[in-house]
């Protein structure tokens, strides 16, 4: 007994029946019985969109209108004879006679386009773009997909017979910036979780087993635990294989980070057969192999010990070579600073005066004189006297010599004596003695010439009349010499 199909379903006549009957009720004058259309073709919109993006356009580069004109014509480019823009416009080469005067080299019209975009189409940022520019960026991708081929079938270790490359790219193989740790180590570095590992929060998937807190980006911890259904023992997934670091240099994880800088450091470091040195005798093995923490943590372990003995060996003989050579500042004999002391001495103070009193005299004790905190008593640079005894013209100097330097050797009595020639020279004064030496004649001579100068001036003065008399005798007072 043979099924028959069921009919075929009659998508026109399949109504909604939540539309209402004035939306899906065609009027009159839509009604057309002839045609099966559908039931809401009367609610379509059935214009043609004109302004959709495989309908854009754009403007056409380069094209021309024709060929170019043998005349200059009235109203066309000066420079290059084109009728479609103006000399302002003009994007030719500016010429140093145009096409006006010319007549040569007139270019032909450009093609004048008015394009009208719609809304899509005037936001469509690759409109105009001409695909066949891409065209070059394939084909230097080709160009690296074959060289790569080819580098990796020449390889003996490649086991592909397309001569492809591995799966490093499909394991997310990236290459990381170059550091400073060594030129000869790899610097590609693999993702942080590889493909074949279950992620944490797959592993139980109960709703309640694992919590996520989005504003500290952290599991929870109370609540982040293997259900004890799914496996043996429970296994806490926010917190595994997690260890905080330490800043203290005595904690593990600081020992951890020396002996890795340890294995780079003496990794990098050439080994020669000849005459190895101390440094690479430790950063081998027996076997005269690099040490490398990974690989064998023993060894690496034992070589970085090797290495702290040797370090605090050297520095050892090196403080004992100084302290032979320099001594030792602990030795000397220094006195101590007095600390101070109970003291049961009887004090009396004067009532009157509260001056502290002699125990024997009865008498008021005097002050200690301060000490001043300079030496006292000491007399450098062969000097009698100390520096600031002598004082002159606002500078301090030595009673002994008169010399203001600080650090200058005394030179006694000839020192002062060439200080004060050069005083005195400095003021003038050998001048004056010499002119008084000179002229003692000459001042003799003039001396009875002063003298009737003088007796005739108070002549003078007595002979005057009275009323001017006192004006006289007190400009001839203030004339004559003191």
């Not at 009367?42 to 005349?71: I, V």
């Not at 929060?201 to 109960?206: A, G, I, K, P, T």
Request: net charge negative; aromatic share 8%; glycine share 8%.
């Amino acid at each position: 007994m043979s099924r028959q199909p069921p009919p075929p379903k009659d998508t026109t006549n399949s109504r909604n029946e939540y539309i209402p009957q004035y939306i899906s009720a065609k009027p009159f004058y839509a009604e057309d019985l002839l045609q099966d259309t559908e039931y809401l073709s009367h609610q379509r919109s059935k214009a043609e969109q004109k302004d959709t993006l495989d309908k854009a356009k754009w403007y056409s580069r380069g094209r021309t209108t024709g060929p170019a004109a043998t005349k200059f014509r009235k109203g066309a480019c000066e420079n290059c004879g084109a009728m479609t823009h103006k000399t302002k416009e003009c994007l030719s080469r500016p010429r140093k006679q145009g096409a006006k005067w010319t007549g040569r080299d007139i270019q032909a019209d450009e093609l004048v386009e008015d394009v009208k975009l719609g809304w899509d189409a005037k936001r469509d940022r690759w409109n105009g773009y001409d695909v066949r520019e891409y065209d070059s960026v394939v084909k230097d991708y080709e160009d690296m997909d074959s060289l790569r081929k080819a580098a990796a079938s020449k390889s003996p270790a490649n086991d592909n017979p397309d001569g492809e490359a591995g799966n490093d790219t499909e394991d997310g193989l990236h290459y990381a910036e170059e550091t400073d740790m060594s030129r000869h180590q790899p610097t590609s570095t693999r993702q942080l979780r590889l493909r074949e590992d279950t992620a944490k929060y797959l592993l139980d998937l109960n709703l309640d087993s694992a919590k996520y807190d989005p504003k500290t980006r952290s599991m929870d911890t109370t609540a982040a635990t293997l259900n004890s259904s799914n496996a043996n023992t429970n296994t806490d997934l926010a917190s595994e294989g997690f260890i905080r670091p330490s800043h203290d240099p005595k904690s593990d994880a600081a020992a951890f980070e020396r002996a890795q800088r340890y294995a780079w450091e003496t990794s990098e470091k050439p080994v020669t057969a000849n005459a190895p040195t101390p440094a690479a005798q430790i950063a081998t093995t027996n076997t005269g192999s690099k040490v490398h923490l990974e690989a064998n943590p023993t060894a690496s372990a034992l070589s970085h010990k090797r290495a702290l003995e040797a370090l605090s060996s050297r520095k050892a003989e090196q403080k004992s070579y100084l302290l032979s050579k320099y001594g030792d500042t602990s030795t000397l004999t220094t006195k101590k600073p007095l600390t101070t002391t109970s003291n049961s001495a009887y004090i009396t103070y004067d009532p009157a005066t509260g001056r502290e009193l002699d125990q024997i005299t009865g008498k008021p004790r005097l002050r200690p004189v301060a000490r001043s905190k300079y030496p006292e008593d000491i007399y450098p640079g062969n000097h009698g006297s100390v520096f600031g005894s002598y004082w002159r013209d606002g500078q301090w100097g030595y009673q002994c010599c008169h010399s203001f330097v600080r650090n200058s050797y005394c030179t006694g009595e000839e020192g002062r004596r060439g200080f004060e020639e050069e005083e005195a020279q400095r003021l003038g004064r050998n001048l004056v003695v010499e002119k008084e030496e000179e002229g003692g004649d000459v001042a003799g001579n003039e001396k009875g010439e002063v003298a009737g100068a003088d007796s005739r001036k108070r002549k003078v003065i007595e002979d005057g009349d009275d009323e001017g008399g006192g004006e006289v005798q007190k400009r001839s007072r203030t004339e004559e010499p003191s």
